[in-house]
T-cell receptor
Framework: AQSVDQPDAHVTLSEGASLELRCSYS??????LFWYVQYPGQSLQFLLK??????VVKGTKGFEAEFRKSNSSFNLKKSPAHWSDSAKYFC???????????FGAGTRLKVIA | DPKIIQKPKYLVAVTGSEKILICEQY?????MYWYRQSAKKPLEFMFS???????DNQTASSRFQPQSSKKNHLDLQITALKPDDSATYFC????????????FGAGTRLSVL
């Protein structure tokens, strides 16, 4: 079985601060990992993905994430945060070879100007 | 211009009725999916198609039936609607099935009264 845990349902921080959204996963083999963002009233948009190789991946909108096999995490980071980053962020895992895409429950980020 | 078109944007139905949710993608992708998002559950995978063939079905109920008349179409027929079916249904596509970015439509918000 594969699963994704985003332990923080809500995160609030001030504009200019550094943001880090947590994501941990459970999967018996090497995963493909993704982050997506959903702005209010909109659909999901791709931010970045880890497939293999360099464990720090950079994505759109100034975001990056680090794959840490040692603690099964794939945290999303950005510095500095901007009020326009306020949205819901989803971490997702696809099992290699099983084509099953599983999403976490999401973290709602609020950046206060 | 939206590359994945979902119709209708909003849908209100009565319990026991039947509805069809429409999805067309103009990205030239080979794989298409249906996901469901509700207040009670995180983004939930329903079906995946590749080259018009059903590859995965994670929906327990046979009341949900995907229909693919063309490679770039994947409609979702829902019969005997229940209030619990109220959710936003997202269609998504990807170029291929493995390790690929998902592109989401704007969603159809279904309310069952």
């Amino acid at each position: 079985a594969q699963s994704v845990d985003q332990p923080d349902a809500h995160v609030t921080l001030s504009e200019g601060a550094s943001l880090e959204l947590r994501c941990s996963y459970s999967y018996s083999a090497a995963p493909y990992l993704f982050w997506y963002v959903q702005y209010p009233g909109q659909s999901l948009q791709f931010l970045l993905k880890y497939i293999t190789g360099d464990t720090v991946v950079k994505g759109t909108k100034g975001f990056e994430a680090e794959f840490r096999k040692s603690n099964s995490s794939f945290n999303l980071k950005k510095s500095p945060a901007h009020w326009s980053d306020s949205a819901k962020y989803f971490c997702a895992l696809e099992g290699r070879g099983n084509y099953k895409y599983v999403f976490g429950a999401g973290t709602r980020l609020k950046v206060i100007a | 211009d939206p590359k994945i078109i979902q119709k209708p944007k909003y849908l209100v139905a009565v319990t026991g009725s039947e509805k069809i949710l429409i999805c067309e993608q103009y990205l030239g992708h080979n794989a298409m999916y249906w996901y469901r998002q509700s207040a009670k559950k995180p983004l939930e995978f329903m079906f995946s198609y590749s080259y018009q063939k059903l590859m995965d079905n994670q929906t327990a109920s046979s009341r949900f039936q995907p229909q693919s008349s063309k490679k770039n179409h994947l409609d979702l027929q829902i019969t005997a609607l229940k209030p619990d079916d109220s959710a936003t249904y997202f269609c998504a596509s990807s170029h291929n099935r493995e390790s690929d970015t998902l592109y989401f439509g704007a969603g159809t918000r279904l309310s069952v009264l």
